[in-house]
């Protein structure tokens, strides 16, 4: 079993996705933003696990949180780069630039600095499993605006990036794209309407999303894909 590192660990998908690697056999270090008491009341309740925090806006926050994981745990073998900013629903014209900042420091060059921090190890140990989490608004556009689509979008490019030079050392990439997941994320007030926009009829469940990542982790064959989850929304 692995050491895995699941960043936006104190909510909704990255809490679920913990428990659920925790639950497969896995040592979990819980990654917050500003919720330390969240994740560190989760990390309590999972053996061995340990809760790493820090504002993934900050460029060394990355860095910061892997050199925790090693010292508290051991090397990164899973990576679950799922922390992630909204805003509001807006129109290109209404973007503020530090919101596009914002949101592309934590969903995009956060990513990009964990993975930079953890691919090194894992492909001279010849074994790592990369989940970036984006969304399915990297295919659509989605519905809360060209910031968060773009930042997103980059998910997968890096995902691509990195299998080819990784794939052949053990070390696989990959991207789940949720969407209309039921969580702090989904703008207030709309969840209903946009139940009703899916095939099948609901939003999805944070574990729903969880099972999926487990899987990709499970999986040494899968790499450089990207596998929505989305109710049926968008076909890919
Ligand atoms: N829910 C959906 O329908 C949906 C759809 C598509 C994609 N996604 C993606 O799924 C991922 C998880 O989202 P969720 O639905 O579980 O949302 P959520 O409940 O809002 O959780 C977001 C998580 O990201 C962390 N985070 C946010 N800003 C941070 C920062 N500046 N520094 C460090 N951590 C930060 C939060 O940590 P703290 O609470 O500790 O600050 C929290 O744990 C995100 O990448 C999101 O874009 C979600």
Redesign the pocket.
Known sequence: MSIALI?????????ATALRLAAEGHTVAA??????E??EGLAASLPGAIAV?????DPA?PARLVDAVEAGLGPVEILIA?????SPPRRLEEIPLAEWD?LHA??LR?SFLLAQRVLPGMIERGFGRIVF?????AFTGGIIGAH?ASS?AGLHALAHSISQQAAAHGVTANVV??????????PAGSREALAAKLPVGRL?R?EE?ADLIAAVVANGYLTNQSIVLDGGWHPS
């Open positions: 960043t936006g660990a104190s909510r909704g998908i990255g809490r990654g917050y933003g500003a919720n330390r969240a994740a925090g820090g504002d993934l806006r926050t799922n922390a992630g900013m909204g914002d934590v969903n956060a989490v984006s969304s399915v608004a968060y997103k794209a949720p969407a209309l997941i039921e969580s702090d994320m989904l999805g944070v999303v």
